[in-house]
């Protein structure tokens, strides 16, 4: 299943490339392998400076989840490019990170400072472990505000099945793995020697995903593997907008008449 995968994602990056002009053909072949949904929300709009063109002054509601679903007092946020960095920053940061984390991990295993197992207090993996599921919620909070303020536009290049299959890949390969490293740990996942709990718990996580991932892979073809037309831009749309009341007040018109 991953070989098969792997060809399908090949032969949509082919399609994308005979099919589509530069720069955008290379943004979506990025996408489509590592799903950043924030540069392919912005990039819809052609562009951060486009994107800034369009919203730019306008009020974003940023009482979204996961971290702030509830926090009715929070104010709606005008655009700005200061306001736009600081969106990306906040994805970005997850990548920067969890890198460092990781390295900083291997480096107190090879010391024997970091034990997976060791879930006490004084641990380091207690602390490390939690850290980086703060900063992945962190990280979805920039892209879910931008996807609840512009999807409205963006609806036409079905960005919301395609935004649920971001929320989905991170969900199992993040949540998924986490939880059955924890059932491993707790002796939930019984050992079969010559593999421990650990091992097994591993073992069944990387089966699961190589299913799951290759499901999302054939939905994720079917999304990518066409072409969309252009957003038109904002000065066309209050066109269309003021020729459609113009149509309006024309018809009811002769019909007094």
Known sequence: MSCVSLLLYLDQCVYIYRNMSYPKKTTLIWISGAAPILVLIIEEFGGSAAFLRRFSGKPFIIRTGPCCCYCFCLPQVPMSRRWLFFLKLGVLQYAILKTVLSILSIVLWTNGNFDVADLEITGTAIWINPFIGVLTIISLWPVAIVFMNTNRFLRDINIVPKYA?????????????????????????????????????????????????????????????????????????????????????????????
């Not at 949540?175 to 718990?201: E, K, V, W």
């Open 165 to 257: 299959l971001y929320q989905l890949v991170l969900v199992l390969s993040q949540l998924q793995t986490s939880i059955i490293n924890i059932l491993a740990l707790d002796g939930t996942i019984a050992c079969a020697p010559p593999f421990s709990s650990q091992a097994r718990g591993s073992m069944l996580s990387q089966q699961m995903m190589i299913v799951e991932m290759f499901i999302i892979t054939v939905v994720n073809q079917r999304l990518y593997r066409r072409t969309y037309d252009d957003l038109s831009p904002p000065e066309d749309q209050d066109n269309d907008k003021k020729d459609a009341e113009v149509a309006l007040k024309t018809t009811l018109v002769e019909h007094d008449v």
